[in-house]
């Protein structure tokens, strides 16, 4: 056994250098750019939150299950690579042991010889095995040849998955060629449990040649797949973990990340501040958090799959999103870490100088602003990976250095700037709502009113678009009925600002929100009941960001609630068959999904039937992430694709609980009824719109 303890160890000692170095590459790209140090405070800071995702995400594998063939799968073949630690021990032990003794009989002290160890061995390997052949066929079923565009393996490697495939392969025959070995000299540790192991053992011949050669085959694919591993995407059996460490809890979604640079928050009144470093314009900008999301990317697909952009024939998907950046920071890794590129020719100049976004750049901009940031893709990615991230600091660089960014969304800008609106009406205009009601609304002057529990955010949709006007006169009216006192604060409201974040302004932005949060402040404002998903979203996760914390709620979760508690009584049966459209700002980015149903379905009368995409996997409306001041000229429009779901259900009408929503699936509708595609009595309702016709009817 002595040449093969002297083979296994000069294999081991060759791969792990070779793998060493590669790790030692990874780690000095990833840290070549500049720090995000408010990832390692907050993992700090929340050890716990941290502690559980490792256990749910990782060991749990709770996002891969949610699709459950491949994510069982996964499970099991994540779960080899655990436990079959232990026979690369008893592999490693028999060989020196043998080399010492000549007897290859090692088993792990106290527990090398218990059954169960045993038999959890065999098991897990024939899972892997199993796994294995779920994913072949998941590949062979999937497979963009056949798909194309529908695959959501189009753009991935494929060769390296297949070849990772076939290496974890090689590791469970030989596994069980050693294993079936060892038993048959009198060798293996364990007398039951490791059924297949024994059972081998039974038919195969005695002999140490056999035992060796196959403990060196076990060793050697082991070995290779170490290397093929820090060499390819699978790199995220190593990474991933981090990644979710690493990640923004509970997850990517809601509030958008704050403006740094070098690590540091950016102060728009810094004079030492250099606007060039605004945002990502290189891919040299890109903070070791991003790398680690390059590394991570499994080309899976999933991601893909669930975006609104691709499904519409559009150029983004996420996935590539992340692997282009990743190849082209690969291609000019070695420059990156220079500490100097004085020697560099022109050519390799030009690529590390490459823009990460242009019409000749990493990313083509049709790419960057094809996303409604509807948050599909962080919500399916099973390591974490916050493509919406990636897209906002490319978003701020185009904006505030380049001034490039669609020319229809540089008049919201203007109106924003000006009038505090994207539509650029008066802020006058913003209270002529309330005169519309039969009864009084009261209006802040200065100080919220004492006898108030709420302020009414109305936002700019609620206010001054015709059809989000219904929605706010019926939470009015909805909240006056159930007693609850409520002001709104008229011409002092402004844009949250989220029009302007989600488009790259991150300037204007702040400049609205502390304006909004001076005014909230000075008038005692504690409560916040909003319409919008948007203006939720961004009073309730993002003004903290800059000292305005307020307990916020959306509309349909206080109704739901005084429905509840018998403050509002639905009565008068609405006989209709009802099809709700989850928001994305609202349902994925603030996981709520229950509320406006539990108010449809105490409405008597009410057929509900959800669309094949629904909750966390719900297809967005196509107005988020600013595009609602976009032209879509690629493609199908996403709010057609989403109507021409909502149609298959048959509804009488369509619900939603979002300003934007409504005008989106409004005018989807609209040209479907002239098209003669929907009957002319369908239309789209808030929720609440829906509350108020069954509660006013019973009064």
């Not at 024939?126 to 529908?150: D, M």
Request: hydrophobic share 45%; glycine share 8%; aromatic share 8%.
């Amino acid at each position: 056994m002595l040449w093969v303890a002297i083979i296994g160890l000069v294999m081991t000692v060759l791969a792990v250098a070779v793998a060493g170095r590669r790790v030692l590459f990874l780690y000095r790209l990833a840290t070549s750019g500049p720090p995000a140090p408010e990832r390692v405070e907050y993992a700090k800071e929340h050890a716990g939150d941290e502690l559980k995702a490792q256990l749910v995400e990782v060991f749990g594998q709770k996002k891969l299950l949610k699709w459950t063939p491949s994510g069982t799968a996964h499970f099991f073949v994540m779960w080899a690579f655990f436990i079959l630690l232990t026979v690369y021990i008893e592999a490693y032990g028999a060989i020196i042991q043998g080399a010492i003794t000549g007897e290859p009989d090692f088993h792990i002290p106290l527990i090398g010889t218990w059954g169960v160890l045993g038999f959890l061995q065999d098991f897990i390997a024939v899972a892997c095995l199993l796994g294995l052949v779920a994913f072949a066929i998941i590949r062979v079923k999937n497979s963009p040849k056949t798909l194309g565009r529908q695959s959501r393996f189009s753009g991935s490697h494929l060769g390296g998955a297949w070849l990772v495939l076939f290496m974890i392969f090689n590791i469970i025959w030989t596994l069980f060629l050693a294993r079936g070995a060892s038993a048959a000299n009198g060798n293996f540790p364990y007398s039951s449990g490791a059924f297949v192991s024994l059972a081998l053992g039974d038919v195969l011949p005695a002999g140490s040649l056999l035992e060796e050669i196959a403990l060196l085959l076990h060793i050697g694919f082991m070995l290779v797949f170490l290397v093929i591993v820090v060499n390819s995407k699978h790199l995220h059996i190593f990474t991933a973990p981090l990644n979710v460490l690493f990640s923004r809890r509970p997850d990517g979604l809601g509030a958008a990340p704050e403006l740094r640079v070098d690590g540091k928050l950016v102060d728009f009144e810094d004079e030492d501040l250099d606007p060039e470093r605004l945002g990502r314009g290189k891919i040299g900008d890109t903070t070791w958090k991003g790398f680690l999301d390059f590394y991570s990317c499994t080309e899976c697909g999933r991601c893909q799959s669930q975006c609104p952009a691709w499904n519409t024939d559009k150029p983004l998907s996420p996935k590539m999103l992340i692997l282009d950046q990743r190849d082209h920071a690969f291609k000019v890794a070695p420059y990156l870490m220079a500490a100097s590129t004085e020697h560099a020719d022109t050519d390799v100049l030009a690529l590390l100088e490459k823009p990460l976004v242009g019409e000749d750049g990493v990313i083509h901009p049709d790419v960057l602003w094809s996303c409604t940031n509807c948050g599909a893709c962080v919500e399916q990615c099973p390591v974490d990976i916050e493509h919406i991230d990636h897209i906002l600091d490319m978003r701020r660089y185009q904006v505030m250095v380049e001034s490039s960014f669609p020319s229809e969304a540089g008049v919201m800008v203007k109106n924003l700037e000006n009038k505090g609106n994207p539509w650029g009406m008066s802020e006058m205009k913003r209270a002529d709502w309330i005169g519309e009601l039969d009864f009084e609304v009261e209006v802040v002057d200065e100080k919220m009113p004492e006898d108030a529990e709420y302020l009414f955010w109305v936002g700019c949709a609620g206010a001054l678009e015709d059809r989000a006007k219904k929605t706010t006169k019926a939470v009015a009216e909805l909240l006056h009925i159930a007693g609850v006192k409520f002001a709104v604060l008229g011409p002092m409201e402004a844009c949250t600002g989220d029009p302007a974040r989600r488009l790259g302004m991150e300037y204007l932005f702040n400049m609205l929100a502390q304006q909004n949060i001076e005014t909230l402040n000075e008038a005692g404002v504690k409560k916040i009941v909003a319409t919008c998903p948007h203006c939720f979203n961004t009073l309730a996760n993002e003004y903290p960001q800059l000292g305005g914390t307020y307990e916020v709620v959306h509309h349909t979760q206080l109704l739901s609630k005084l429905v509840d508690e018998g403050l509002l009584t639905p009565v008068t049966p609405i006989e209709e068959k009802i099809t709700y459209h989850d928001p994305c700002f609202l349902g994925r980015h603030n996981k709520v999904y229950s509320q406006p149903r539990d108010i449809m379905s105490k409405v008597p009368g009410v057929q509900t039937q959800e669309m094949h995409r629904h909750k966390d996997r719900g297809f967005c409306c196509g107005a988020g992430g600013a595009r609602m001041w976009m032209e879509e000229r690629i493609g199908k429009r996403i709010n057609t694709e989403r109507v021409d779901e909502a149609l298959t259900t048959n509804p009488d009408t369509v619900s939603t609980a979002c300003p934007f929503c409504m005008v989106m699936l409004g005018d989807a509708i609209n040209e479907k009824k002239n098209s003669g595609e929907a009957k002319e009595s369908l239309e789209v309702v808030d929720v609440a719109q829906l509350l108020i016709k069954s509660v006013k009817g019973a009064s």
